[in-house]
């Protein structure tokens, strides 16, 4: 007995030495690395690293702060997502008469996308031979999330959300400049400009030349001022305002050749059967990798039809937090689904624990195979020398870095990081590469 009260006083202090040793050495690194940088001195950061096999954090920095996350909130949509919709979307639900097919949209982002070359909904849709008729009274929410950009609405990243999207709710508008031989017999540069898909909206041509190819839409309303440009080819996507679901049953008739009329609340039926869609890990595997904000929002705006019977992301929002994330360590305040909003305020603290329960509740291969890797989709060029030992979401708005996720060090180890900084005064490519070199650092020395 007085051997092992020996040992035991022996090796207490050790292990609290090397604790002490390993924040030293960590603080050390973050202060060289990432808090002194030049540009950085003066902004807010958040650093929390935790080792799950310790069951305990190794460092700590304002990791009980709230920072604004960028695309970090993606991590939350992302598990709301793979918590309440099953391995495939459900595309259109529907209830079926003799001679017609009422159809409730869903809000899946994949419809007629050109990330998907198979689309079972348009499919089955084209071939139902039957009067379609649709009704979005499942609908409670509007185009824009809270606290988005009014002005970035010209920006293939914040396309309106709605219950039936198609096309990712953009248009693809493309030049492609040819040399052609005038009447004289001179060579001229001819533009040529077309969309995907084809719009009968108004298009307008600005009669001067610029160097750049740009279309500019009305703000509210789909009328297109097109600019013809220099270069040989270029391709852009612009949102268009979807007016609920007007706007794709305006573009669907081209497409299944036939029309869908929308009905009034009143005269609603009741559904029962579903058409499924794409994976849904595929979905989000894309969302991930190349932080689409599109996929994001629609994706938890599926997930609270789900849980409620209705789409209402502030709603959804509010009974995840009250269910299976009541267990946060800082309550957060979370807005939107895709991180656009500068309401959204987290602390790293969330983050880790959300990163654990990722893994306890879906398995780390799960949860690591829908987030990129060093020198993949939104890593691309960084963590080149560390292949398969992180697995991250980054998160960028003006003046805002975000970075969370897993590494394993060079020894093996399992860590969960989140790094969150804001207000800084310099480049997003300095800032990342700063965090770049203090988790390289915090790989090396475990």
Partial sequence: MRLHTQLLAWLVPAILLTACSSQKKLGQSARELLLQQEGLKQAHIGISIY??????????????????????????????AMKWLGDSLPGIRYA??????????????????????DHPVIDWLKASGKELVIQQDNWKEKEFGYGWAWDDYNSAYMPERSPLPVYGNTIRWTQVLEKTESQDGAIVNEAFV???????????????????????????????????GKEILRTIEIPFVTN???????????????????????????????????????????????????????????ASQEALGYMN???????????????????????????????NLFTPQD????????????????????????????????????????????????GHVALSGYLTTKKGEPLLFSILVNNHQTSAAKVRRSVEAFLQKLWEMN
Avoid at 52 to 78: E, G, H, I, R
Avoid at 262 to 289: G, I, N, W
Avoid at 317 to 335: E, F, N, Q, R, Y
Avoid at 363 to 383: A, E, F, I, M, R
Wanted: glycine share 4%.
């Fill in 244 to 302: 609920g679901v007007l706007s794709a049953l305006d573009l669907l008739k081209d497409t299944i050749h036939r029309s869908i009329v929308l009905v009034p609340a009143e005269t609603t039926r009741q559904v029962d059967r579903v058409r499924y869609s794409q994976l849904r890990d595929s979905v989000l595997k894309t969302m991930m990798f190349r932080s689409d904000n599109f996929f994001a929002e629609q994706v938890l705006l599926m």
């Fill in 351 to 398: 983050f880790i624990w959300l990163l654990k329960k990722m893994e306890q509740e879906m398995g780390q291969n799960k949860v690591l195979q829908l987030l990129p890797g060093g020198n993949q989709g939104t890593l691309s060029n960084y963590y080149t020398g560390m292949a398969d030992a992180i697995h991250a979401k980054t998160g960028t708005l003006s």
């Fill in 194 to 228: 077309y969309s995907e898909p084809e719009v009968s909206w108004k298009v307008n041509f600005n009669p001067s030349k610029t160097s750049s190819f740009s279309v500019i839409r009305d703000r509210y309303t789909n009328q297109f001022t097109i600019s013809e």
């Fill in 51 to 80: 080792a799950p096999k310790k069951n305990s954090y190794l460092y700590n920095y304002q990791a009980d702060k709230y920072f604004v996350p960028a695309s970090n909130t993606k991590l939350f949509s992302m598990y709301a």
């Fill in 96 to 117: 079926e008469t003799e001679d017609s097919i009422y159809l409730q949209a869903t809000g899946d982002p994949t419809l007629l996308h050109p990330d998907f070359s």
């Fill in 313 to 343: 992301t502030t709603d959804f929002i509010d009974t995840v937090l009250k269910t299976a994330c009541s267990g946060l360590p800082h309550p957060p305040k979370w807005v939107d689904a895709s991180g656009l909003s500068r309401y």
